[in-house]
């Protein structure tokens, strides 16, 4: 019987080990995840979450973005991108999570190309937020990259069902073109209605951080003083909460569980 395949998003070594520890399926290691939604990382963080959690046998993915802000790169941007695909492949990686766009908010097929070249023989997969900033369309179906997180448009998923229904049905009816992995917004306390809506129509993946942000433990804290994010990221952490991430798997199981039992009544009446 199938799953759905569960990928959280993190930043640090304390991160990947709550979200292992609550059964993610893969990890995407990001830098500043709480800021801006997320930076390439380290190699210094990769080497560390990987022996961190050498013995759950969790894949990871790494996300390729050179800053914040929008995706329409400069030249030089791109370089840095291919340079750092470069060297974590080095490193072992085999799958990498990026996204550019024109100026007019359409994928740059040329660019990402590109990307994706440098990645292979690993996967190249698009970050969700290139379409939720962009023009997220039909194009997508003909995209040659092998994973898409995709809100869907919308701010989450859950206010998007519609157009992910349609995406879901145009991608995945065939053997080829991109696996929706539908991301934001995903909590226990939404995955319910998303998988009553996409699990008929095919949906074998989702994407969620599981995170918020942390209490710091300085005592002293400077009046008038911070970090430049503000509020609580001034002087906290962003964390992955390892209990939303097992009541998320554990919810998604049982719903999976419930569609399997029905199709074979249906197919023992």
């Not at 800053?67 to 941007?77: A, I, M, N, V």
């Not at 809100?151 to 065939?174: H, M, P, R, W, Y």
Request: aromatic share 4%; with cysteine.
């Amino acid at each position: 019987m199938a799953h759905i395949l569960v990928e959280v998003c993190v930043d640090s070594v304390e991160s990947a080990m709550n979200a292992v520890r609550g059964g993610a399926h893969r990890l995407e290691l990001c830098g500043n995840l709480g800021l801006g939604g997320g930076t390439t990382p380290s190699l210094g963080l990769l080497k560390e979450v990987r022996k961190a959690i050498e013995s759950f046998k969790v894949p990871l993915m790494v996300m390729i973005r050179p800053r914040t802000g929008d995706f329409l790169y400069s030249e030089s941007e791109m370089q840095v991108m291919l340079e750092d695909i470069r060297i974590f492949k080095e490193n072992g990686v085999v799958g990498f999570v990026f996204g550019v766009l024109t100026g007019e908010g359409r994928v740059d097929v040329a660019r990402t190309q590109s990307l994706i070249n440098a990645s292979l023989p690993g996967q190249g997969c698009m970050e969700y937020r290139v379409y939720l900033l962009g023009r997220c369309s039909a194009h997508m179906a003909a995209n040659p990259s092998e994973s898409s997180p995709c809100s869907g448009q919308g701010k989450s998923v859950s206010g998007s069902l519609e157009v992910l229904a349609s995406l879901l049905g145009t991608t995945q009816n065939g053997s080829s073109g991109p696996i929706i992995m539908p991301g934001s917004g995903i909590s226990p306390d939404t995955i319910g209605h998303v998988l009553d809506i996409l699990l008929p129509l095919g949906l074998s993946e989702i994407h969620l951080s599981a995170g918020n942000w942390m209490e710091g433990g300085m005592s002293f804290r400077r009046e008038g003083m911070g970090m430049g994010v503000g509020g609580k990221g001034d002087w906290g952490s962003w964390k992955t909460n390892e209990r939303i991430v097992g009541e998320v798997i554990a919810l998604s199981n049982s719903r999976v569980l419930e569609v399997w039992a029905l199709k074979t009544r249906l197919l023992m009446e």
